[in-house]
């Protein structure tokens, strides 16, 4: 088993070897076809063609197609072809930017999710406050709702309270954000018209 595993990875191993052998030859006979080999490595390179069978035919298809794109003429764009491409783009319409990106209702869904958030934050607060008994007949008490009275330390110091203010001060940044980025993009859009007008 050992011995098989061996044998797989050094074929292998010679495949990737003889591929990048296969490539430096085919750049060394590029740069003796092109000029670009010194004199010392031209003479070692037409040293392999001559005595090398595989040199040799390496350099013979590379050769045939080095004269190949010799003969073939490049196709040269016509003077007004920029002018041509951007006169066709003229004649398409662009879609208009929109202004709304954003569904108008996912808006009013948070603005809803926000409200009935701080109404039960709200009603929290409410049921929190311990009310005295009420001997006037007055639906609210004045002396009822006194601030002194009422224990900041336990509507305030509560893990959801916290959590739920922290969630809502980062929706309200993103939110402030989404607001400034809209602005900032109508005023862009606003300057590009201008200039388009011009």
């Avoid at 010194?38 to 197609?65: C, G």
């Avoid at 003429?73 to 662009?94: C, G, Q, W, Y």
Wanted: cysteine-free; charged content about 20%.
């Amino acid at each position: 088993m050992r011995i098989k595993g061996e044998l797989k990875h050094s074929y292998g191993y010679f495949i990737i070897k003889r591929n990048d052998m296969e490539q430096e030859m085919e750049k060394l006979i590029w740069e003796y076809i092109d000029g670009l080999a010194d004199a010392t490595l031209k003479a070692d390179i037409s040293k392999h063609i001559a005595e090398d069978p595989v040199w040799h035919n390496k350099y013979i298809e590379l050769m045939n197609i080095h004269e190949m794109l010799q003969k073939e003429d490049l196709e040269m764009p016509s003077l007004r072809f920029t002018k041509n491409i951007m006169e066709e783009i003229a004649h398409l319409h662009v879609a208009p930017a929109t202004k709304n990106y954003i569904n108008k209702n996912v808006i009013r869904g948070f603005m809803a999710f926000f409200l009935v958030m701080i109404g039960g934050l709200f009603i929290y607060f409410i049921g929190q406050i311990h009310w005295s008994s009420n001997s006037t007949g007055n639906l609210i008490p004045a002396y009822s709702l006194n601030a002194n009275k009422v224990n900041w330390s336990l509507l305030l110091n509560n893990t959801y309270v916290n959590i739920f203010i922290g969630i809502n001060v980062m929706l309200g940044l993103i939110l402030v954000d989404k607001y400034m980025q809209g602005k900032k993009n109508s005023r862009d859009a606003g300057r590009l018209t201008k200039g388009d007008s011009a």
